[in-house]
């Protein structure tokens, strides 16, 4: 059950191979975290999704998400990739860029050296995305806001430098005391301009296929996996 909504990780030729395959879901609102090894993005992730946070350091290869949220009234899927600090995949930064419709970009506040490891995931999201990129929601976190004033190396003025000569919007956050976490995913959905996403549902909406939902499976169909609409009914409980 812990693993609920989180696919296995996957290789980069065999994530190549899947999304290939795939036909585009436009029901699907793709959100990609980048940032460098260690500074927060698998807790912040975690944290929005299940409300966990965890001490211990385990690095990430690739995992998705999927959270449902409200899409133009309708129900429809938040996946959020987090990706590796490593930059052993370039193939995969690159994919990830190419599908995905909104970006966080995590450094931590002690880390200078994780801001500059931004700069050339923030020049690859310009060039794949052309100049589309205005449109683009995108996020800069400072993570780790919770630490001691003598381990920080990068002052919330910095950060929010940083975002303006980007053209992109900032927050600091923090995993572990929950700071501006789901903030953080609100505030990049509020910057989507092509379709209203929302991370509240329409319940009255969410009843009514729910229960379209039921009538069809007691009809014989045959029920979606964990991923799908079954899995919905305990994520949107966390809403
Ligand atoms: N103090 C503090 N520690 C944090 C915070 N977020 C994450 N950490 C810690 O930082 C370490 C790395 O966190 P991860 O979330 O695994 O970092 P990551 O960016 O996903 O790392 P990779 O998967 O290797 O790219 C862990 O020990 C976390 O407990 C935070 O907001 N504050
Ligand atoms: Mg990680």
């Given at each position: 059950m812990a693993d609920k909504g989180k696919e296995a990780p996957k290789n980069a030729e065999q994530k190549n191979q899947v999304t290939r395959a795939m036909p585009e879901q436009s029901n699907d609102y793709r959100v990609v975290v980048f940032g460098a090894g260690g500074v927060g993005k698998s807790s912040l992730v975690l944290r929005f999704i299940r409300g966990t946070f965890r001490e211990t350091y385990i690095p990430t290869i690739e995992d998705t998400y999927r959270q449902v949220i409200s899409c133009n009234k309708n129900i429809c899927t938040l996946q959020i990739t987090d990706t590796t600090?490593?930059?052993?995949?370039p193939a995969m930064q690159r994919l990830s860029i190419t599908k995905g419709h909104a970006f966080i970009l995590v450094y931590s506040v002690c880390s200078k050296q994780s801001l500059e490891e931004l700069r050339p995931i923030w020049q690859n999201i310009k060039d794949l995305k052309g100049p589309d990129v205005v449109n683009i929601p995108v996020m800069l976190a400072g993570n780790k806001?919770?630490?001691s004033a003598e381990l920080r190396e990068v002052t919330e003025a910095e950060g929010q430098a940083q975002a303006t000569a980007w053209g992109i919007s900032f927050m600091e956050t923090s995993a572990k005391t929950n700071h501006n976490v789901t903030e953080l995913f609100q505030e990049l959905l509020n910057m989507e301009k092509s379709r209203i996403v929302s991370?509240?549902?329409?319940v009255k909406k969410q009843k009514k296929q729910k229960k379209e939902k039921k009538s069809k499976e007691s009809n014989g169909a045959i029920p979606e996996n964990g991923d799908g609409a079954a899995g919905a009914k305990e994520k949107c409980q966390l809403m």
């Open positions: 600090g490593s930059h052993q995949f806001s919770d630490e991370l509240q549902l329409d």
